[in-house]
């Protein structure tokens, strides 16, 4: 799967592994008085996971096969 990803998407998947490397190391540094964690940490765990399945084409489309029949006889 990885071996197909364009320029643009290797840089979203490396970004968003810098993302959650540093939601890590900020949740992990979290004050201990603070009884609910680090809500920044959260954010970029949301963030990173989007963006990952985003570089691993999760959002792409891809049509049914009735769909892509469909796409041709309209075509014709």
Not at 17 to 44: E, N, T
Not at 54 to 74: I, V
């Amino acid at each position: 799967m990885i071996g197909h990803l364009s320029t643009g998407r290797m840089v979203e998947l490396a970004i968003a592994v810098l993302l959650l490397v540093a939601g890590v190391y900020f949740y992990r540094r979290r004050d201990k008085s603070d009884s609910y964690g680090s809500q920044g940490a959260v954010i970029m765990f949301v963030i990173a996971a989007i963006m990952g399945t985003h570089a691993l084409g999760g959002f792409d489309y891809r049509p049914s096969k009735a769909e892509a029949e469909m796409m041709k006889e309209r075509a014709r």
